[in-house]
């Protein structure tokens, strides 16, 4: 009798278990079909502009830590109130969002979480491995010093490097692989929630981004004395990739959508008040035009709305506004997303965690070994910005040619 019992809750509990993913395959695929989602046609634009946004925030640390301008005075973070990385994180919260709808219908949130935790391993070995690569190499050139600079970490140097493995510091444009580690055991049970309760998942990461403009706990920097401090608060940084996640399920991209005029002259006006304030007003007062310049240069910079931190709400609605338009503008149906020219693109934007770890190896690298006198700096650094592309392109592309997706899916990860 009590064998029977046991027996019978058992199959409560698979039959329980059984409705749960019934009622998820519903929800999010056409028809009830467990795979419709998996072979749906893929959108590579979100490959491609994935891609697109890896490489814009490599050369930007790459100028960055060059102390020069060339390519970066015409990128996003120099042509409004956001800049790439808010891009790449929408984007990496879509990508995850479309790959786990048909994994969760599948395997159940438990898979997913087991996969969600071999992921946020797989980018703290990278974490490690790209820092630790620098400093191998620094010791082989006898560059320690200059590393040190470059990485923006303090002055004792190994004590520096140990700490990473606590993630407690954060090198120069590594911040964003900790946001990721901190952030992706969390996001299986959240798209569980978004599935049954979509307003409640919303209102849930809302309410921490919000809390996490205000409540200094919730600022990790406030726990540790750092020389830099967190680029990237995961508790307000979630909310860009909770929002890339549910647009995977609840917007409309393909091109079937109707175009909302009213969001799109508000998103076009954000854009470009952006370029006015961040470019075009400190152009003119460079040229000795000073209407409205003076006063915008030295205020826009220092409003807590754009703290990059904490993802300051004006970061976060330019950022999304350039993403609407960007959905309405580029048609899914354009060839060009399958085209030779944006095949490097989609294959950075498939490889982006290898890639910009190995990137950033590469940007350090050069960074070092740029002349602090050179006399043709422009060109220096323009020569630098190439040969980071074209090696960040060669390597991704034999991850791409080693990979040997099954049955020709490839996969869709969240970084």
């Not at 409560?12 to 929800?27: A, E, F, L, V, Y």
């Not at 969390?186 to 205000?214: D, N």
């Amino acid at each position: 009798m009590n064998l029977m019992g046991q027996t019978s809750a058992i199959k409560r509990t698979n039959d329980n278990d059984t409705r749960i993913n019934s009622d998820i395959r519903k929800t999010v695929l056409p028809g009830g079909s467990p795979d419709s989602l998996a072979l749906a046609r893929r959108d590579w634009r979100i490959d491609f502009f994935r891609g697109a946004a890896l490489l814009v925030v490599l050369i930007d640390h790459l100028e960055l830590n060059s102390e020069a301008g060339v390519i970066s005075k015409w990128t996003l973070i120099s042509l409004g109130f956001s800049d790439s990385a808010e891009v790449f994180v929408f984007l990496s919260g879509y990508a995850f969002g479309f790959s786990y709808l048909s994994k969760m219908a599948n395997k159940g949130l438990r898979a997913c979480e087991g996969m969600a935790l071999r992921r946020s391993l797989q980018i703290y070995a990278a974490y490690l491995a790209s820092i630790w690569a620098v400093l191998a190499l620094s010791t082989v050139l006898s560059e320690t010093d200059k590393v040190a600079f470059h990485l923006r970490i303090g002055a004792s140097f190994w004590q520096e490097v140990v700490s990473t493995l606590v993630l407690s510091r954060h090198p120069e444009g590594y911040s964003i692989l900790a946001l990721y580690i901190v952030i992706l055991p969390f996001m299986p049970p959240a798209l569980q929630l978004a599935l049954k309760h979509p307003w409640m998942a919303f209102c849930i990461s809302a309410g921490t981004y919000a809390a996490a403009q205000f409540v200094l706990p919730l600022d990790p920097s406030s726990y540790v004395q750092i020389f830099r401090e967190w680029h990237f608060n995961p508790f307000a940084w979630q909310f860009l990739f909770m929002i890339g996640m549910l647009c995977a399920q609840y917007f409309d991209v393909g091109e079937n959508r109707r175009y909302n005029r009213f969001m799109l002259v508000i998103s076009s006006a954000i854009i470009v008040t952006g370029v006015l304030v961040v470019k075009v007003f400190p152009m003119l007062n460079e040229i000795g035009i000073e209407p409205l310049a003076p006063l915008v240069q030295q205020t826009w910079s220092e409003l807590p709305t754009l703290h990059k931190s904490r993802l300051g709400p004006l970061r976060l609605l330019h950022a999304l506004s350039l993403l609407y338009v960007a959905s309405q503008v580029f048609r899914a149906s354009n060839p060009f997303w399958s085209s030779l020219w944006a095949k490097p693109f989609v294959i950075l934007g498939q490889h982006s965690l290898p890639t910009y770890a190995f990137g950033l190896v590469l940007s350090t690298i050069g960074a070092i070994l740029r002349p602090l006198h050179d006399t043709a700096l422009t060109m220096g650094i323009l020569l630098l910005d190439v040969d980071l592309c074209l090696l960040s392109f060669c390597f991704a592309l034999v991850l791409h040619l080693g990979a040997r997706p099954r049955g020709g899916r490839q996969n869709v990860e969240a970084s």
